[in-house]
C-alpha cells in the first residue's frame, strides 16, 4: 500500500513565475491537505480539499490555489512566486469524516531564486 | 499569533538518558494532540497521539503527558538511542483536518 505521494521532490523556479505541485493520498483516504514548511520551522496550514472543493483555508493569500480531482489527488498552485515561497511543501492526507491521523508524504522543496 | 508553543528549540541527550519536550496551546477546542518525528529531507511522520481525556499515553519508548488544566503536555522518550535524533513537532488540532503545529525541537543523542 503506497502512502502519501507527492512529485517532484524538488523545483527550482524564478520569482514571478508559476509553479504547480502533486500529491496522490494514501490508498482510502478522501481529503487532502497542504503544508508549507519553511526552513526551521513547523509545518504552516495552507488550505484543505474535500469532494474537490476547497473545505478550509489558513492565512495564505489568493497566489496560492488547489485543486482535486475525482480520484482524490490534489494539486497545489503558486502564482507570481516570491522568494519567500522557498519551503517544503507537505502534501498530507486523511478520511475527512470519523476522525484520523493525517499522513504526511515526503514534500517537495521549492526554492524561488 | 502561534496556536501550540513548543520548547526547547534543541536539545542535546546522552544514549540512554530520557528526552523530555514541552508544548503548550491557548484552544480549549483542541482535541486531538499528535506528535511527528521528521528526518532531514522527509515528511513528518506521526510517532504518538494523545485525546485530552486521558493523563498519559504509552507506546514503546515514547509517552505523552497531558494536563488539560494547564493546557500543557509534552513527549517523554525513554532510554534514548541515536537513531531518535531527528527533529521532533508536536501539533493540536479541533477536527483532525487541521493541524497546528510547535516550532519544533531537534534531538540530538549523543553515543
Known amino acids: 500500500d503506497a502512502g502519501v505521494t507527492q512529485s517532484p521532490t524538488h523545483l527550482i523556479k524564478t520569482r514571478g513565475q508559476q509553479v504547480t505541485l502533486r500529491c496522490s493520498p494514501k490508498s482510502g483516504h478522501d481529503t487532502v491537505s497542504w503544508y508549507q514548511q519553511a526552513l526551521g520551522q513547523g509545518p504552516q496550514f495552507i488550505f484543505q480539499?474535500?469532494?474537490?472543493?476547497?473545505?478550509q483555508r489558513g492565512n495564505f493569500p489568493d497566489r496560492f490555489s488547489g485543486h482535486q480531482f475525482p480520484n482524490y489527488s490534489s494539486e497545489l498552485n503558486v502564482n507570481a512566486l516570491l522568494l519567500g515561497d522557498s519551503a517544503l511543501y507537505l502534501c498530507?492526507?486523511?478520511?475527512?469524516?470519523?476522525?484520523?491521523?493525517?499522513?504526511f508524504g515526503q514534500g517537495t522543496r521549492l526554492t524561488v531564486v | 499569533q502561534q496556536q501550540v508553543k513548543q520548547s526547547p528549540q534543541s536539545l542535546i541527550v546522552q544514549k540512554g538518558g530520557i528526552s523530555i519536550i514541552n508544548c503548550a496551546y491557548e484552544n480549549t477546542a483542541f482535541d486531538y494532540f499528535p506528535w511527528y518525528q521528521q528526518f532531514p529531507g522527509k515528511g513528518p511522520a506521526l510517532l504518538i497521539a494523545?485525546?485530552?481525556?486521558?493523563s498519559e499515553k504509552k507506546e514503546g519508548r515514547f509517552t505523552i503527558s497531558f494536563n488539560k488544566s494547564a493546557k500543557q503536555f509534552s513527549l517523554h522518550i525513554m532510554d534514548s538511542q541515536p537513531g531518535d535524533s531527528a527533529t521532533y513537532f508536536c501539533?493540536?488540532?479541533?477536527?483532525?483536518?487541521?493541524?497546528?503545529f510547535g516550532s519544533g525541537t531537534k534531538l540530538n543523542v549523543k553515543p
Open positions: 501539533a493540536a488540532s479541533d477536527n483532525f483536518n487541521k493541524f497546528y
Open positions: 494523545i485525546r485530552p481525556d486521558v
Open positions: 480539499y474535500y469532494e474537490e472543493e476547497e473545505r
Open positions: 498530507a492526507s486523511s478520511w475527512y469524516i470519523g476522525g484520523t491521523e493525517a499522513f
